[in-house]
Nanobody, 131 residues
Framework: QVRLVESGGGLVQAGGSLRLSCAASGGTFSSYAMGWFRQAPGTEREFVAAINRRGGSPYYADSVKGRFTILRDNAKNTGYLQMNSLKPEDTAVYYC????????????????????????WGRGTQVTVSS
């Protein structure tokens, strides 16, 4: 059973940066693909970014491409979401998620963008971007 804890959220002005962390415990983090999702009030949860268990080319939502970077440090059992050039529309609760990935079967983007693909979720961290 993997436990995920997000941190690093807060209040920032438009154009600023934040770095979210996702600390994993209770499992072998390097065995899991990892994703970040977000949910603003009154909206559905949406995909932000994802990365396979061994890293490689990450996947991004069009709305954050070029501004956000997903990273992982398997040695530290931690994933990250570096968010630059933040906009008010990035305001949301951000969640990290993890799902076991077979070492011989790389999950596709089509799989990783779906929240239903993930078995494990953190409780979220609030990001608020003021204009």
């Amino acid at each position: 059973q993997v436990r995920l804890v997000e941190s690093g959220g807060g209040l920032v002005q438009a154009g600023g940066s934040l770095r979210l962390s996702c600390a994993a415990s209770g499992g072998t983090f390097s065995s899991y693909a990892m994703g970040w999702f977000r949910q603003a009030p009154g909206t559905e949860r949406e995909f932000v970014a994802a990365i396979n268990r061994r890293g490689g080319s990450p996947y991004y939502a069009d709305s954050v491409k070029g501004r956000f970077t997903i990273l992982r440090d398997n040695a530290k059992n931690t994933g990250y979401l570096q968010m630059n050039s933040l906009k008010p529309e990035d305001t949301a609760v951000y969640y990290c998620a993890a799902d076991y990935e077979n070492p011989n079967i790389r999950k596709s983007r089509a799989q990783l963008v779906l929240g239903s693909s993930y078995d494990y979720w953190g409780r979220g961290t609030q990001v608020t971007v003021s204009s």
